[in-house]
Structures are given as C-alpha cells and as structure tokens.
C-alpha cells in the first residue's frame, strides 16, 4: 500500500460467489453473443472515419463481464458495500455491453449508457432490444440471482453535455483518455459516496480517494482499474 491504496492484491471470491458470477455471464452471453467485439470495433472505426475523426479518446474496446464482477464484488466485501438501487453510468458506452454488465451484475434501478459515436450507439439500442426480450423471463426464472430488471437507457450524445449527477456509480473504459477529459470527469458533480471505476488512468484529485488498483482482462489484454470513492461536493 505505498501509494495510499491497495496495489495487485486480488480478492478472491468465495466458490459460491464465483457461481453465482457464472451464471449470470452465461445469461450476459444470451444477450450480447449477436454483437462480439469485432463489429464494435468496426463500427468505430467506420464512424470515425466518416467524421474524420481519428481521436485517442474515442479508441474502441470492450470491458469483460466477469473482470468486472469480480471488482463490484470487491466493493461489496472489502469498502461497505454498494447501495442497493441507484443509477449504474457508462461513461462512453460503445455498443453497451458494460451497461448490459452493470444491470446484471447488481439491483441497480437504472443503468445508462452514454455514446457520442452514432453507429456505436446503434449497436447499443440493439443490445437494450435483447435486453428486455431475454431478460425479464430470467429474473422470474432466477430470483435466486436477481431482485429486479433495472431500466437500460443510452444516449447519444458529449458524455459532459449529458451528464451523471444522479449516478452512484460510474464506470469510464477511459486507457485511451486524455488528462483534460480525465480530470473533467473526476471535477463533474455526484454525490459524496459515489462509487467510480476507471481504467489504466486514475482521478487525481482531492474529491475523490482510491481504495485499490488491480488488473484485469478486457477485450485488448490486461488493464488496470482503479476503485474510486467521492469525498465532497463541489
């Protein structure tokens, strides 16, 4: 812990726990098998290009189901927990699948996503059409797994012009992030005990306090993410 937070010191889930996180991935593959990495890749690139676009902030990659059940279910045994209920954001959605992730993973009451890339945020409102096809009928099936449907919204639009006050937490897939968008984020307003997730690139700032880093898979190879908690209001 020299850097004031946990460094590479994975929690490791109990056999139960790790069961429970299987089964609702093989539900997350029912809904999302259509739309592997490679299409969003290629709808990136192609809207990209067509805005002449070629931007590192807006670089595609996915995040992996379980790398980020098994963070969520780090909050939960190691920081107090995630409240119960609460709004889920993705932070630069892409096809939506770390939405589809977040809304399977925890009794949130929404989860939203929020993509400026136009193809992108197609492919999402494709996934949230799967979403509520396929997953109704597994929360009454599995109420051993899931206490609720949380609402799926996307969004097209600036993440910044849309904003996330009412998040408690947030997720950014932000390696390919620039410091000005990073610190634009961590400097937007939420709520004290916000909970927020990021990739390779941490919020340097007296807001917020990071619990741990630890690395993960995601769809480009191992990245690490950062646990983050909001301390004050502006």
Not at 67 to 72: A, K, L, M, N, R
Not at 163 to 178: Q, V
Request: a negative charge; glycine letters at 8%; one cysteine or more.
């Amino acid at each position: 812990m020299d850097n004031g937070y946990r460094v590479d010191d994975a929690y490791l889930l109990p056999p139960d726990v790790r069961e429970v996180l299987n089964r609702k991935y093989a539900i997350f593959q029912q809904i999302t098998g259509n739309f592997p990495v490679s299409l969003g890749k290629d709808v990136s690139k192609k809207d990209r290009e067509e805005l002449g676009n070629a931007s590192s902030t807006l670089t595609y990659g996915e995040v992996e189901f379980v790398s980020i059940g098994e963070i969520f279910e780090t909050i939960k045994a190691r920081y107090g927990a995630i409240p119960s209920g609460g709004v889920f954001y993705d932070l630069g959605s892409g096809t939506g699948k770390g939405v589809i992730a977040g809304a399977l993973l925890h009794n949130f009451t929404e989860c939203v996503g929020i993509e400026i890339l136009e193809g992108l945020y197609d492919v999402s409102v494709q996934q949230k059409q799967e979403y509520d096809r396929i997953f109704p009928e597994e929360v009454k099936n599995n109420p051993e797994l899931f206490e609720n449907k949380p609402e799926v919204e996307f969004y097209k639009n600036d993440m910044f012009a849309q904003g996330w006050a009412d998040a408690s937490l947030i997720f950014a897939n932000s390696t390919c992030f620039d410091l000005p968008m990073m610190e634009a984020i961590a400097n937007a307003p939420v709520q004290p005990g916000t909970w927020a997730l990021t990739l390779t690139k941490n919020f340097n700032s007296p807001k917020w306090r990071i619990f741990e880093s630890i690395r993960k898979n995601m769809s480009w190879g191992e990245a690490t993410v950062y646990i983050h908690q909001r301390l004050q209001l502006e």
